[in-house]
């Protein structure tokens, strides 16, 4: 316990601490202020690329994505909605819940959540994404390092998917913002 220890050790082990928390607090305000107090989101893990080509576009709608993608595209996509997202157990009822799993590990039903569906999201490490390409009805149009985009053929896509098919979809050439909110 604390009062087995000698006065001095004391004294030295609250110095100690006391000089290391002063050292964090000066290292996170130091990084918050280089960052701008914005919070680095990293383009290799969350579909920041995606979200500019969506952007460009003007492609909105009811979008099926990664659970953990959801709340990004929710930031980034406010006109869209999202299947699901990480809030998942607070937030979406569990029939929802249950389609969304079913999709993604192709079980039961899986097509059911695509009824109210305009855009998948599909990460490309999600093994068996090529199964996508033979939905009837989808369309392919968006390939980055990590994720792949299907649009359904339907009035809200028309234009996009004209646009693709005579190669004028814009595809932002520009580094998209590392900060959120960016």
Same mark, same amino acid.
């Given at each position: 316990?604390?009062?087995?220890?000698?006065?001095?050790?004391?004294? &030295?082990?609250?110095?100690?601490?006391?000089l290391f928390i002063v050292f964090q607090i000066g290292?996170t305000g130091y990084f918050y202020n280089h960052n701008?107090?914005? &919070?680095?989101?990293?383009?290799?893990?969350?579909?920041?690329?995606?979200? +500019?080509?969506?952007?460009?576009? /003007?492609?909105?709608? *009811? &979008?099926?994505?990664?659970? /953990?993608?959801?709340?990004?595209? &929710?930031?980034?996509?406010?006109?869209?909605?999202?299947?699901?997202?990480?809030?998942?157990?607070?937030?979406?009822?569990?029939?929802?819940?249950?389609?969304?799993? *079913?999709?993604?590990?192709?079980?039961?039903?899986?097509?059911?959540i695509l009824k109210n569906s305009d855009i998948i999201?599909?990460?490309?490490?999600?093994?068996?994404?090529?199964?996508?390409?033979?939905?009837?009805?989808?369309?392919?149009?968006?390939?980055?390092?990590?994720?792949?985009?299907?649009?359904? +053929?339907?009035?809200?896509?028309? /234009?996009?998917?004209?646009?693709?098919?005579? *190669?004028?979809?814009? *595809?932002?050439?520009?580094?998209?913002?590392?900060?959120?909110?960016?």
């Open positions: 316990t604390l009062e087995t220890l000698s006065t001095p050790f004391k004294k &030295i082990s609250q110095t100690a601490l006391g290292m701008k107090f914005q &919070i680095f989101v990293e383009p290799t893990v969350y579909p920041v690329y995606l979200a +500019q080509f969506l952007e460009h576009n /003007d492609i909105n709608g *009811n &979008i099926v994505s990664p659970f /953990d993608w959801g709340e990004y595209l &929710i930031w980034k996509r406010p006109k869209s909605k999202v299947a699901i997202d990480g809030r998942f157990r607070t937030v979406y009822p569990e029939h929802i819940i249950r389609q969304a799993w *079913n999709f993604w590990e192709r079980k039961g039903n899986w097509r059911e999201v599909v990460k490309t490490t999600h093994a068996g994404d090529e199964g996508f390409t033979s939905l009837s009805k989808w369309k392919k149009i968006y390939k980055d390092p990590i994720c792949i985009v299907y649009l359904k +053929q339907n009035k809200r896509n028309n /234009d996009a998917i004209t646009k693709f098919a005579k *190669n004028k979809l814009i *595809n932002p050439n520009a580094l998209p913002p590392y900060n959120f909110p960016g």
